[in-house]
């Protein structure tokens, strides 16, 4: 691992607990529009912008699928169960940023939600000054599993990628990261690690308490 300089986050099932929240909202859309085997369409999805999001919903249940009235169903349901943004914060999210932010380290989060919905729902939470740089979906061309969105966040930090660990909980986002040329960490939410995600990531965590725990001891060298 190269001398670490600059973390980047995924946002939502990393920072945030709305992937299942995000998935209980898809079942319900998906009942009143006669969807079946919505999960594993879901998972694929998870990571990737509206774009591509609606492109890989097309290309599963065919071209004349509604997939404007659905997202607005899935979307307003979802913020209505969220009310107007107050996600919860994932175990020891707040308390690894604020180790980072007292080790001078340089934060990015980096997602592929719009800015405006990121930046709603980091002050919702409280969260928005321990991040350095944030950058949305909408700020660049290419979705995750690309690596354009993690590319930026390095360039926005004035770090190479490769001084940079970047944490994520999705396939496509752990594929972006490892493409972009990062050290990975892997914080699994819905989706269970396969031997592809054990390949790509360097490490994989079953929580942000842990990931902790890597920072004080291998990255500081601390008891």
Not at 82 to 107: D, T
């Amino acid at each position: 691992m190269e001398k670490i300089k600059a973390v980047i986050f995924d946002m939502d099932g990393v920072i945030f607990d709305s992937e299942r929240l995000y998935m209980q909202c898809c079942k319900e859309a998906a009942r009143i529009f006669g969807i079946r085997n919505i999960e594993s369409t879901v998972i694929s999805c998870i990571g990737l912008n509206t774009e591509k999001t609606h492109e890989l919903y097309r290309n599963t249940y065919g071209a004349d699928f509604p997939i404007d009235e659905y997202w607005k169903e899935v979307t307003g349901r979802f913020a209505e169960k969220a009310q107007g943004g107050l996600l919860p914060v994932k175990s020891g999210a707040e308390n690894l940023l604020k180790y980072l932010c007292k080790k001078n380290i340089p934060i990015a989060l980096a997602s592929s939600t719009k800015t405006e919905i990121i930046m709603r729902e980091l002050n919702a939470a409280g969260l928005t000054d321990y991040f350095d740089i944030i950058i949305g979906g909408n700020m660049v061309k290419k979705s995750k599993p690309d690596p354009d969105i993690f590319l930026l966040a390095a360039d926005k930090l004035g770090y190479p990628t490769n001084e940079c660990i970047i944490i994520e909980d999705s396939f496509n986002g752990v594929r972006a990261a490892s493409a972009a040329g990062a050290y990975v960490i892997m914080v699994p939410d819905i989706a269970v690690p396969d031997a592809e995600m054990e390949n790509l990531a360097d490490n994989i965590f079953d929580s942000l308490i842990n990931v902790k725990d890597f920072f004080v001891k291998e990255v500081f060298g601390e008891e």
